[in-house]
C-alpha cells in the first residue's frame, strides 16, 4: 500500500517510471537511455523518452476501497506518449532507429508484459493501478538537425486499485 496519497496521486512518475523499466528491457537500452518527463538529463543517443499527461478522471466514481464505502474517482484516462530519438548524422541510424521503434511499438501491445512486468526486484512495475484500456492513436516522424525524433502516442485509461487507498 502506498505511504500516502501524494505517492498514489502521481499518475505521471508512477506510469513513466514503470514504462522506463521495461521499455529498456525491450530494446535492450541501458537505463541511462531513458528518460522520464522530469528527469534532469545530458544528450544521450539513442534515447527513449517517455510522457503521461492525465486527462481527467472517468465517470461513474467508485467505492473507495476494499475497506471503505466512500466514493471516489479511481479511473483517470490520459495521453502517454514516447519519443524514440537517434542520431540522424550516423550512417547505420535509419537501421538502429527503425528497429528501436518498432521494439517500442512491439512492448506496447495489448498482450505484452508491459505495465504488469517486474522490476529486478520482482516487484510490480506499476504496482498502484491497472491499465485497463490502451490504443495507439499515431506516430509522428521528423528529421531536427543532426536528430531523429518518432513520436508514437497512445490513449490510455488507468484504475487504481481498490486495495491501494490509504485509509
Do not use: C
Request: aromatic residues 8%.
Amino acid at each position: 500500500m502506498p505511504t500516502d496519497l501524494t505517492t498514489l496521486l502521481d499518475f505521471e512518475t508512477n506510469v513513466e517510471t514503470a514504462a522506463k523499466i521495461f521499455l529498456s528491457t525491450a530494446t535492450g537500452l541501458q537505463a541511462s537511455s531513458l528518460y522520464a518527463t522530469l528527469d534532469q538529463d545530458n544528450l544521450v543517443l539513442p534515447r527513449i523518452s517517455v510522457s503521461f499527461e492525465s486527462s481527467g478522471a472517468i465517470d461513474p466514481v467508485d467505492v473507495k476501497s476494499i475497506s471503505s464505502d466512500q466514493l471516489e474517482y479511481r479511473k483517470y484516462s490520459g495521453n502517454f506518449s514516447i519519443q524514440v530519438v537517434s542520431d540522424a548524422s550516423r550512417d547505420d541510424t535509419q537501421a538502429e532507429h527503425r528497429t528501436l521503434r518498432a521494439q517500442v511499438r512491439a512492448a506496447m501491445l495489448l498482450n505484452a508484459e508491459n505495465w504488469t512486468a517486474t522490476d529486478e526486484l520482482e516487484q510490480d512495475v506499476l504496482p498502484y493501478y491497472d491499465i485497463n484500456y490502451m490504443r495507439p492513436v499515431g506516430t509522428e516522424y521528423v528529421i531536427e538537425g543532426d536528430l531523429a525524433i518518432s513520436s508514437l502516442s497512445y490513449e490510455m485509461n488507468l484504475t487504481i486499485r481498490n486495495d491501494q487507498f490509504p485509509d
